[in-house]
């Protein structure tokens, strides 16, 4: 395995236990999630991106196959060993940009280096750091319901690569977002992959930001149809 | 870390509020009723816990000290020259009929004693003095039931089952556990009133040597007196303690008052704190899926839970003031030691932990994956 490899899926098949009549989400993938790329990953609906996306990020098992994250099998690994896999090498984007509304924008990104054991200090000005990275700068201490979607995702983005993560992971993280602030959004993790040498995997159906993407995959009933 | 449990907790005022009327309410029902089921014991016991007596003889099979027969006063004599007691006197408490001069009557009860004595005396005396019992005719009352009683001032006359009773002095704060008031005068004067006969008595009250062995003592005069039964002074007010409380239920009444105070707090607080929970179910999704460990999850739902309790529990400290100074006024007898206060701390923070545990449980079953759903 190359040292560029992030993540590495083989032969990955997922069968969710209930429902589906036994047609399997994800149905023999292999696939390498390179560092300092941006990979977009798209399909229709129901072809099993999100599955996909969930097995790489240490949230679902493979029903079959190996999936190495960092140059870790992951595969086998107990059930309770999983959250500090992603606490460690995985930082997640979604859709619904999921900040705590109760926290400041910069307390966001305070939360999650703090759980990744920085000190308070330390993580206030780290995270003041990563919220410059993503433009903002000036809105640390404004709550999430005062920023437009753009901005949340951004403070999303921020909060995603606290503490360095290998990887960088978004489910459709435009669908909510105008335009101009899916670009803006883009254009953070892009330069977040190429500058930091993160692997960053983008979930989409945004034919808008196929410019972004060092490379693209595609997945048709749950199986890499191109790459 | 961020505080987002004090967040979290403050960010939707309206749950807050509902969450503290809940502890409030079942702390201070709780307490109240804890309150008055001690209020409760000290006054069924209180004759005897003042009584500064080390023993109290009564007739076999004396149930609790307001139902206790009479016997031969030659006991007292025995009792008197048995070695090790240092002194001893004859005893009346007994229910008998107080009557104004207006015709009204009323249950009190007649406590005979020897005001010679250094032991069974009234306490808290704050008019007159415990001398002039030894008046013809005198008795002394508590300020509390002068109404009830009809009494105004000292040197007021009643009569007792026919006979004269000017009153001398006033107890204050001895409260009766029946709504029959005290009523202190000597031992000769409580024979007529209670209409005992000439030579009896229904207990002997007795006060050891300094260096005596109580139990030996006590197995001593049980020996020499085989129809009666000798206690220590604790003993029997256990005894009388244990009658009213649980044999009469009154006592359980309160405290199944008190334990529902603590179900309601349980289930008030359980439903708030699992409100607050399902309300932020997403941002705890999202705390699992970023990989935060369980035990920062926990850590967030009881310290929102601990919070609660601790708000809570100084809103019905103050709460319950004013309801034991009501309390005070109205003559519901709520006593509210130091102790009771302190546990009750320790009770509402377990309380809320508890109730958070349900939260805990959900948030436990949580699939991470639920982040990536709509
Ligand atoms: N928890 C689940 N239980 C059962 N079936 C599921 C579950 N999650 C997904 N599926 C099924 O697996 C298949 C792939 O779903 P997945 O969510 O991975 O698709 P997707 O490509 O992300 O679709 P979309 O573009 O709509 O988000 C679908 O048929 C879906 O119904
Ligand atoms: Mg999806």
């Known amino acids: 395995m190359s040292v560029d490899v992030a993540i590495s899926v083989r032969g990955v098949t997922k069968t969710y236990a209930e429902g589906s009549a036994g047609t399997p989400a994800l149905n023999g993938v292999s696939l390498d999630i390179r560092r300092g790329e941006l990979t977009l990953m798209m399909g229709p609906s129901g072809s099993g991106k999100t599955t996909l996306l969930s097995i790489m990020g240490c949230i679902l098992r493979p029903s079959a196959g190996t999936v190495m994250v960092a140059g870790q099998d992951v595969t086998h690994l107990d059930e309770g060993k999983m959250p500090a896999v992603r606490l460690k090498h995985i930082g997640f984007v979604f859709q619904g940009f999921n900040l705590f509304p109760t926290l400041t924008a910069g307390e966001n990104v305070e939360l999650s280096l703090e759980l990744k054991g920085f000190k308070p200090s330390q993580a206030k000005s780290e995270a003041r750091h990563l919220m410059e990275i993503v433009g903002l700068g000036d809105k640390y201490n404004e709550f999430p319901r005062n920023l437009s979607g753009g901005q949340k995702q951004r403070v999303a983005v921020a909060r995603a690569v606290a503490g360095s993560p290998e990887v960088i992971l978004a489910d459709e993280p435009t669908a909510a977002l105008d335009s101009h602030s899916g670009r803006t959004v883009l254009d953070v993790l892009r330069q977040l992959a190429r500058q930091q040498q993160r692997a960053v995997v983008v979930v989409t159906h945004d034919n808008r930001i196929l410019e972004f993407g060092d490379r693209m995959i595609r997945i048709e009933d749950g199986l890499i149809a191109a790459q | ?374």
């Open chain 2, 1 to 374: 870390m961020p505080p987002l449990a004090r967040r979290n907790l403050f960010h939707d005022k309206i749950r807050l509020m509902v969450t503290l009327n809940g502890i409030v309410f079942a702390v201070v029902l709780i307490v109240v009723e804890l309150g008055l089921f001690t209020g409760f014991t000290t006054a069924t016991s209180g004759v005897m816990d003042h009584s500064q007596a080390d023993l109290w003889i009564a007739a076999r099979s004396t149930p609790y000290v307001d139902q206790a027969v009479d016997f031969n006063e030659r006991k007292f004599y025995q009792v008197l020259a048995t070695p090790g007691v240092a002194d001893a006197q004859k005893y009346i408490v007994r229910w008998t009929e107080w009557k104004q001069p207006n015709g009204r009557t009323e249950s009190v009860e007649v406590i005979g004693l020897d005001p010679n004595k250094s032991f069974g005396l009234p306490w808290n005396i704050v008019t007159g003095d415990v001398q002039q019992l030894k008046q013809p005719h005198a008795v002394m009352v508590d300020v509390i039931y002068k109404q009830k009683l009809g009494v105004h001032n000292v040197g007021d006359w009643f009569e007792i089952r026919g006979h004269r009773a000017k009153v001398v002095g006033f107890t204050q704060g001895i409260r009766a556990f029946t709504t029959a008031p005290y009523v202190f005068t000597t031992f000769k004067n409580a024979q007529e009133f209670a209409q005992f006969n000439q030579n009896q008595t229904n207990f002997v009250l007795v006060k050891a040597v300094p260096s005596a062995d109580l139990a030996k003592l006590k197995a001593e005069l049980q020996r020499r007196l085989p129809d009666n039964d000798v206690y220590l002074t604790r003993e029997f007010a256990a005894k009388t303690n244990h009658y009213w409380m649980f044999t009469t239920g009154a006592g359980i009444s309160v405290l199944m008052a008190a334990g529902l105070g603590l179900v309601v707090g349980i289930v008030v607080v359980t439903q708030t704190i699992y409100a607050t929970t399902m309300d932020h179910i997403r941002e705890f999704g999202t705390l699992k899926a970023m990989g935060a460990p369980n035990s920062y999850v926990y850590r967030v739902i009881i310290t929102q839970a601990t919070i609660a309790a601790v708000m809570g529990y100084v809103l019905a400290v103050v709460v319950s003031l004013f309801v034991i100074l009501g309390g005070a006024k109205s003559g519901a007898p709520i006593q509210v030691g130091w102790q009771l206060l302190v546990s009750m701390f320790f009770v509402t923070v377990g309380m809320c932990v508890l109730a958070a545990i349900v939260s805990i449980k959900k948030v436990m079953g949580l699939d991470p994956a639920m982040v990536f759903r709509g």
